[in-house]
């Protein structure tokens, strides 16, 4: 057994008595139905070596963490003009609040937060029809992860699109204020499949291995976006990826991460792997809960962080 494979059996045991508890995303009722007693971890280092355990080729609802992969198509698109519609702070707020909308006419805090998340569908969306965006989305995560199979789950958009109230009074609120170009329904279509995007611990892993690489996929030498930009990325998704909760997970776990109520976490350590978390129980700011713990067990045994002296 590696060494690695002994840190992720201690980290399975240290959860284990934590396993099933927190609360699944009852607001999205497909995502109620999933079993709480999952648990997948996957760890995919800079030669793309795959080490992992429990429920790590599971696919499930990867929700807000897909919006770190709008947030990289949309750089590639519109590069900086995306700053002038969506700010750069963390929020302090839940990942659904309206409440700085209106003082800060129309503009979300981030791209992570759901309103910060719109624009950005918004911008992808850019005239062109919701399917069609989807479509290049979908494929945008399918070349990052080296894997053809990456698609929508139906019944999750649904879902969504029948309990999306908030989602829309953010959608229109921002529309009153001219920071959404396209029609209400066509933006929050795209933003609902993004969400319902299924994905295994084991696909995130992979497709986020650029952001462990300056920006570079270190398998195929491909370069996903410049090592600046990838540098950005991880700093917003330090800030700002896990909402109100985004300092707590800094101090606990130390690493950029992207959560969504679905359960999932993406971490990267920065030149040496990223990792794929999943167990669908949440706390109460809408983040895994097992999953934040194993994050945080296996950063302290693994000494991984970005902020070590
Ligand atoms: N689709 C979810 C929503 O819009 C995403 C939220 C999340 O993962 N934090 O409410």
Not at 137 to 162: G, K, Q
Not at 204 to 231: C, M, N, W
Not at 255 to 260: E, M, N, V
Request: aromatic share 6%; with cysteine.
């Amino acid at each position: 057994m590696s060494d690695l494979e002994a840190i992720l059996e201690e980290t399975r045991a240290a959860i284990a008595p934590k396993i099933g508890t927190g609360k699944v995303a009852d607001y999205i009722p497909a995502l109620a139905r999933v079993d709480p007693n999952k648990f997948g971890i996957a760890v995919v280092d800079l030669e793309g070596k795959v080490t992992s355990l429990g429920d790590a080729h599971d696919p499930f609802s990867i929700q807000s963490i897909s919006k770190v992969f709008t947030l990289t198509l949309v750089l590639c698109r519109h590069g900086a003009r995306l700053w002038k519609r969506v700010g750069r702070e963390p929020s302090g707020s839940p990942f659904n609040s309206i409440v700085q909308l209106e003082n800060e006419r129309g503009i979300p805090r981030n791209p992570f937060i759901n309103a910060g998340a719109i624009v950005v569908s918004d911008m992808l969306l850019g005239g062109g029809t919701a399917a069609v965006t989807v479509d290049q989305i979908t494929e945008f995560i399918e070349t990052l992860a080296h894997d053809p199979s990456i698609s929508v789950d139906r019944e999750v958009v649904a879902s969504e699109i029948e309990t999306g109230y908030r989602n829309a009074a953010l959608a229109n609120f921002m529309r009153g204020f001219g920071n959404l170009e396209n029609p209400v329904d066509q933006v929050l279509e795209v933003y609902f499949c993004q969400c319902s995007i299924a994905m295994s611990c084991v696909q995130l892993a992979r497709s986020a291995l650029f952001l462990a690489a300056g920006g570079k996929d270190p398998v195929t030498g491909q370069q996903i976006v410049s090592q600046e930009r990838a540098r950005r990325i991880n700093a917003l998704m330090l800030s700002c990826g896990h909402y109100d909760a985004s300092g707590d997970f800094a101090f606990r776990v130390g690493l950029p991460g992207k959560s969504g109520v679905g359960g999932g976490i993406l971490a990267v350590v920065p030149n040496r792997c990223v990792i794929g978390v999943w167990s669908p129980g949440l706390n109460a700011n809408g983040n895994s809960l097992v999953g934040t713990l194993a994050l945080e067990h296996l950063a302290a045994k693994s000494g991984w962080s970005v902020f070590v002296g």
